[in-house]
């Protein structure tokens, strides 16, 4: 930089500065090349939620009560506590949980193979619930069935017991009471009835 008692204005020496730029580069590091963080394709979860055993409980939280044992759910892996159990969904399903966890939020796109299998595993399942569903209607066709048997066999005990009764009363009197009313007889004077 030369300065004149003429000229008011700075000048750079072009030279000197190049130099020292150069010199500035060379001395620099090299920044490393970090590779980016290679994530897990985001995939389904192996364990239940439990969103119910602490429905309807009642806790006493004071100063010095732990994080995860305070009112709410707590998440172990972010450390952290969510008030309700849809925020608590949504902090699960998130992008922050879920980079801890060590995914991204990518989907692995399915093959054509793969979706068939899955169509194959769903139809399986489906037979099977039919199987069960046959096997009940089966059982509670059957049961129907000896019930119907049982009301009937009833009812045929209860007409044999009124022939037996009829022909009790054809026997002893030879007419039915009811049909011995009827034509105005009231027995043969053996007892004394006032009808």
């Known amino acids: 930089m030369s300065m004149r008692p003429d000229d008011h204005r700075r000048k750079w020496n072009k030279d000197e500065y190049e130099k020292l730029a150069a010199e500035r580069l060379l001395n620099q590091v090299a920044p490393k090349e970090e590779e980016p963080v290679q994530r897990e394709n985001l995939k389904r979860r192996d364990y239940k939620v439990d969103l119910d055993s602490k429905l309807g ?32 969904l949504d902090h699960i399903n998130g992008k922050k949980h879920q980079r801890n966890l060590g995914m991204s939020m990518k989907v692995e796109r399915s093959t054509v193979d793969q979706v068939k299998e899955r169509f194959q595993q769903n139809k399986k399942k489906m037979e099977e619930k039919q199987k069960d569903y046959e ?16 009301e009937h066999r009833k009812e045929k005990r209860k007409e044999r017991k009124r022939k037996v009764e009829d022909q009790d009363d054809f026997a002893s009197g030879g007419l039915p009471e009811d049909m011995a009313a009827i034509m105005g007889f009231s027995g043969f004077g053996g007892s004394k009835k006032n009808s």
Not at 69 to 85: A, I, T
Not at 136 to 149: F, P, S, T
């Open 57 to 88: 409980k009642s806790v006493v939280i004071n100063k010095n009560t732990p994080t995860s044992q305070s009112g709410g759910y707590y998440c172990n892996v972010c450390d952290c506590v969510v008030k309700d159990s849809i925020n608590f």
């Open 135 to 150: 096997l009940e209607r089966r059982l509670r066709e059957a049961k129907e069935e000896e019930d119907r048997y049982k």
